[in-house]
């Protein structure tokens, strides 16, 4: 349906976004039951019964990822049983010695309190040392941080420096939150062609806030030219994922489109998905 304001569709999103917990490559889906045959690099090759036990004795001698790594483990329970503050441990001995991630997802446990008293400033001091190290998602959470005012003054300029760095790096959720600011001109000049161009760098990785928004651009013509077609994909690829407003949205603009244009607009999100398996709508 068309809104109020003769806008069709819901625009989605908030310049203030979520935080974001990254596991440990290929561990998170491991079974931790499984047995393990393990190179030690920390000694001689040896052979393991469990994921834990393959990752435990590199640990005990200081190897950062394999602290890193049973942080993930407990964290998430992959067998083991899940303890936040034993994850906590083990993130913090990998943090300490600059491991990135493990910096990352510290900072993360001190903003939910999970494992430790909650402590925004504590987390920010972790999100800054994994973020001044180049790791996105700690740039992408910095300036949640910085946008919210938690742990530290507010600051809309440094939350777009951070989120912008993030950006340019490829994460998706940063690239939405910059299109968003972009396109309602919050703290940046509103530009609807610099909304779309940072919207559709996020929506092509399957981000589905994006897909939404960039339908609405589409589905309005704000900074493309208004084509319902590419609309009721974006729309599709986000409905697909579970987003109710992009549903929501699909529905309100069929209305306005033939059937021809219905068409062609399943068979764009068809040759979408097939060029994109992993990326949402599956």
């Not at 067998?79 to 010695?97: F, I, K, T």
């Not at 897909?211 to 030219?225: E, H, I, K, S």
């Amino acid at each position: 349906m068309v809104s109020g304001d003769g806008a069709v569709g819901i625009l989605l999103g908030a310049a203030i976004g979520t935080l974001f917990l990254v596991p440990a490559h290929g561990l998170a889906q491991a079974d931790g039951r499984a047995q393990v045959l393990r190179a030690d690099p920390c000694s001689a090759a040896t052979l393991y019964t469990s994921q834990r036990a393959a990752l435990l004795g590199c640990a005990a001698t200081g190897y950062a990822p394999d602290q890193y790594a049973l942080g993930v483990l407990y964290a998430e329970g992959e067998g083991v049983r899940e303890d936040d503050a034993e994850a906590v441990r083990w993130y913090r001995l990998a943090a300490e010695q600059g491991h990135a991630s493990a910096q990352l997802n510290l900072g993360l446990m001190y903003t939910e309190g999970n494992g430790v008293r909650k402590d925004d400033a504590e987390a920010v001091r972790w999100y800054r040392l994994a973020a001044e190290q180049g790791h996105a998602s700690a740039q992408y959470n910095l300036g949640v941080m910085y946008a919210a005012g938690n742990g530290l003054p507010e600051d809309n300029a440094e939350a777009i420096r951070w989120y912008r760095l993030a950006a340019d790096q490829g994460f998706a959720s940063a690239q939405h939150t910059l299109g968003l600011m972009y396109a309602i001109g919050d703290e940046v000049p509103e530009d609807d062609e610099e909304a779309v161009r940072w919207y559709r760098l996020a929506a092509e990785q399957g981000d589905a806030l994006a897909q939404t928004n960039l339908g609405f651009m589409y589905a309005n013509g704000d900074g493309v030219p208004e084509n319902l077609v590419f609309a009721y994909m974006w729309f599709n690829l986000s409905a697909a994922q579970g987003n109710e407003t992009a549903q929501s949205n699909e529905e309100g603009i069929e209305q306005y489109m033939t059937r021809e244009q219905i068409a062609e607009a399943q068979r764009l999100f068809r040759e979408w998905i097939a060029a994109h398996p992993q990326d949402g709508g599956n």
